[in-house]
């Protein structure tokens, strides 16, 4: 069971997404949260796998309750919430150790998708959204290339580029003419050597770096 937490100030919204989650075998709501002050203590109290944390809230944003929650020991997957496209705010989040954004008028789908997917860790939520993100605000002309990056094998750095566009393990698969094990596999080795949490920072790094 993925057990979840919704942030946001509007109790309509997260009423209807509570509706929604909590229709899926597989999903529990186990808190809520109307500000950001409330969501660390919520969390802190539920201990939940995944957090749905709006970004713009009164008391204290989602930004600042997000950083602060990173800070703990075993944090939770957390995924912000926008209304609008291209965020830099949510760009700052994912910089923290969020693991994406999604844009509150998302499919349902889509957005009960991107909850298991962001739980199991394995993929970027909305990669094209991302990386146009940090395309626009990405200041790699003064970040030199990382000494841990010069660790990478040449079959990693293939992969480390196809994973930075945002393709999944099967389009890698299916390009490099791996099984999806071994890409699996070449990815986790990836983010160890770059001490990197998951795909969103790996995309992250790459356009930090001039490397996408």
Do not use: C, W
């Not at 709501?29 to 957090?51: F, H, K, M, N, Y």
């Not at 970004?55 to 309750?65: C, E, K, N, S, Y």
């Amino acid at each position: 069971m993925i057990r979840v937490v919704l942030v946001d100030d509007q109790a309509l919204f997260r009423a209807g997404i509570r509706m929604l989650i909590d229709s899926q075998a597989d999903l529990d709501v186990v808190g809520e949260a109307s500000d950001g002050a409330q969501a660390l203590a919520i969390v802190r109290e539920t201990r939940p796998d995944v957090v749905l944390m709006d970004i713009r809230m009164p008391v204290m944003d989602g930004l600042t309750a997000t950083a602060e929650l990173l800070q703990d020991a075993d944090p939770p997957r957390i995924v912000m919430l926008t209304t609008f496209d291209l965020d830099e705010a949510a760009a700052r989040a994912i910089r923290q150790g969020a693991s994406g954004f999604l844009l509150k008028d998302a499919d349902p789908e889509f957005l009960l998708a991107a909850i298991r997917t962001v739980h199991a860790g394995s993929a970027v939520i909305a990669a094209s959204a991302t990386r146009d993100l940090f395309a626009q605000v990405s200041d790699a002309a003064s970040r030199p290339v990382p000494d841990s990056y010069g660790q990478l094998t040449d079959r990693e750095r293939e992969i480390f580029a196809l994973a930075a566009r945002g393709l999944s393990n099967a389009e890698i698969a299916g390009r490099e003419f791996l099984s999806e094990a071994t890409v699996k596999t070449h990815i986790s080795r990836i983010l160890t050597k770059l001490a990197l949490r998951d795909r969103v920072q790996l995309v992250v790094f790459a356009f930090d770096h001039g490397l996408a």
